[in-house]
């Protein structure tokens, strides 16, 4: 059976930080609040000439390199943002030029927050049904060029970076013993649009718009939505919380993280947190902690990682692994 393994990883964090005390002086917040109610230390923000094709190219370049892989040998590009560059052509195509790369294909994958885990789904069918052998799966935002800094309720939550991974095609026994990704599940819907949402776009506004939350309803929702697709992954598994070693999840919120780690019984020394010093980076915030994790030596070979994410939508969804 072919499997889909993780052969190199990547991350971009742009220089300037923007620590808790900086916004103080931009809306009418303190410190103290946004950490208690987030977990939410310090972010970082992109430079006024930096890019989503800048940073994801830097995630991109590290990926390959870790992994051994040079552009010309990819296949395929998915990159997931909800910041592109440009209205179109996708970004994905932006950076596949930057690698130099004439052949095969790139694109964009819109799934807001959920954005990595949708990218790491579809690329993960393009393997196993042995079209494709390479993917590059990066996922890259600049969130801070769509917050209204005049709303204290979301322009402190998010933070700009890139992440990245390689996958690529392995030999497995179809086992759960095997490497590489073990089982995914995806969900959408559209009918929580209003909760979480920019208010522009070409076809209505023409404008690019501003990031709108109804935050308490997300937070409503979110934990109920991640547990519905973890209890999926162990479904199909068989797996439960005792065979998880590293639980990656989505870094929106520290409160949102250990009230979905607590639901479902996994330890908070398994849980990977970037939340605290990126802010939600969006579709960069699962490549930037797993990466983070594997290149620090926590997530080992042979490890059993669980990624999820819930976002703008609303969109959800669960990647198991074995590392
Ligand atoms: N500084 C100070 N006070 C604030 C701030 C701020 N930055 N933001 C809101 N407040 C005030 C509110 O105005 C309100 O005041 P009021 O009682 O006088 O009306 C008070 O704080 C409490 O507001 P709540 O919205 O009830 O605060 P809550 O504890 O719910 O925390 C938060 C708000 C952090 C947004 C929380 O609801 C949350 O985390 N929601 C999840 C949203 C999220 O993480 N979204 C990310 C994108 S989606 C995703 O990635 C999953």
Known sequence: MIRSQITGCGTYLPARIMENSDLESIVDTSAEWIEQRTGIRQRHIVAENETTADIGEKAAREAL???????ADLDMIILATSTPNNTFPATAVEIQSRLGMHHGYAFDMQAVCSGFVFALTTADQYIRNGSVKKILVIGAETFSRILDWTDRTTCVLFGDGAGAVVVEAAEGDGTMADRGILTSH?????????????????S???????????????????????????????????????????FVPHQANKRIIDASARKLGIPSEKVVITVD???????????????????????????????????????????????
């Open 277 to 323: 010093r990126h802010g939600n980076t969006s579709a960069a915030s699962i490549p930037l902690a797993l990466c983070e994790a594997a290149r620090d030596g926590r997530i080992k070979r042979g490890d059993i990682v669980l990624l999820e994410a819930m976002g703008g939508g609303f969109t959800w969804g669960s990647v198991l692994l074995r590392w």
């Open 65 to 71: 390199a870790a992994a051994g892989v040079d552009p």
């Open 204 to 246: 209505t506004t023409g404008t690019v718009g501003h990031l709108r939350m109804q935050g308490r309803e997300v937070f409503r929702h979110a934990v109920g939505m991640i547990t519905d697709v973890i209890e999926a992954a162990y479904d199909s598994t068989g797996f439960t919380s005792e065979d998880i070693d590293w």
């Open 186 to 202: 995806l969900r959408s819907d559209g009918s929580h649009k209003e909760k979480l949402f920019v208010d522009g776009g070409p």
